[in-house]
């Protein structure tokens, strides 16, 4: 199974040839390192909620293929719809099998904001590899070996995502969430946190603009 990250939240996992993508959001294609022809067209796209950084439906219909599959919550199909893009509902505590991928949905609150949050779907792939869009309101996952976890972001504090991390306990850490900071304040907080992180025998790994990083076993 090898993982990419493909700027801020979006994350390709690619398994036995098969490939599932999470949000691309407008905030990886803005700066123009990326667009969303780069992006290897996926067999399975997930969707987390609507904000733009993670549903942007003009990068959605260049990467989707005929037979991709689009799974999301109801209030994402809603907007789907409206664009011509099927979709697959999946709710909060309901598990499906698309290729080789087993995808369970959680209902996880997205941060607080100033503003109203909107729904936000977290999702465990496999069993072990859980990525909570805007979230760090995630329950006790045993068995964690990736946890895609925001590090910065209106909504949270470095001390909170630390906190989160140490908790759940995962093999692997992979930040996300992070595409509007600026490299140099990157550096500090990837510093800080991969420090707690190791202390605790948990792996903290920064991938770069499509770098994978490959699982064995």
Same mark, same amino acid.
């Given at each position: 199974?090898?993982?990419?990250?493909?700027?801020?939240?979006?994350?390709?996992?690619?398994?036995?040839?098969?490939?599932?993508?999470?949000? @691309?959001?407008?905030?990886?294609?803005?700066?123009?390192?990326?667009?969303?022809?780069?992006?290897?067209?996926?067999?399975?796209?997930?969707?987390?909620?609507?904000?733009?950084?993670?549903?942007? @439906? &003009?990068?959605?219909?260049?990467?989707?293929?005929?037979?991709?599959?689009?799974?999301?919550?109801?209030?994402?199909?809603?907007?789907?719809?409206?664009?011509?893009?099927?979709?697959?509902?999946?709710?909060?505590?309901?598990?499906?099998?698309?290729?080789?991928?087993?995808? &369970?949905?959680?209902?996880?609150?997205?941060?607080?904001?100033?503003?109203?949050?909107?729904?936000?779907?977290?999702?465990?792939?496999?069993?072990?590899?859980?990525?909570?869009?805007?979230?760090?309101?995630?329950?006790?996952?045993?068995?964690?070996?990736?946890?895609?976890? @925001?590090?910065?972001?209106?909504?949270?504090?470095?001390?909170?995502?630390?906190?989160?991390?140490?908790?759940?306990?995962?093999?692997?850490?992979?930040?996300?969430?992070?595409?509007?900071?600026?490299?140099?304040?990157?550096?500090?907080?990837?510093?800080?946190?991969?420090?707690?992180?190791?202390?605790?025998?948990?792996?903290?790994?920064?991938?770069?603009?499509?770098?994978?990083?490959?699982?064995?076993?």
């Amino acid at each position: 199974m090898i993982i990419k990250k493909f700027l801020h939240s979006c994350i390709l996992i690619e398994s036995n040839d098969k490939r599932l993508l999470i949000d @691309p959001g407008e905030f990886s294609f803005v700066e123009g390192k990326l667009k969303p022809e780069d992006i290897p067209k996926p067999d399975v796209l997930l969707l987390t909620h609507e904000h733009a950084d993670h549903y942007f @439906p &003009e990068a959605i219909r260049k990467i989707v293929k005929p037979n991709t599959k689009v799974v999301t919550h109801e209030r994402i199909a809603e907007l789907l719809s409206k664009e011509h893009i099927p979709s697959v509902t999946l709710s909060a505590g309901y598990s499906l099998t698309l290729e080789t991928f087993t995808i &369970e949905a959680l209902d996880l609150p997205h941060g607080a904001l100033p503003i109203p949050e909107p729904k936000n779907s977290g999702y465990l792939i496999n069993k072990a590899i859980l990525h909570p869009g805007d979230s760090l309101a995630i329950p006790e996952t045993r068995g964690l070996e990736i946890l895609f976890l @925001p590090i910065a972001a209106p909504w949270l504090t470095l001390r909170e995502t630390i906190e989160a991390g140490l908790r759940l306990k995962p093999k692997t850490i992979i930040p996300i969430h992070d595409a509007f900071m600026k490299d140099f304040m990157l550096e500090r907080l990837y510093a800080m946190a991969e420090k707690k992180f190791s202390a605790a025998g948990i792996a903290f790994k920064q991938l770069a603009l499509g770098e994978e990083l490959l699982l064995t076993g």
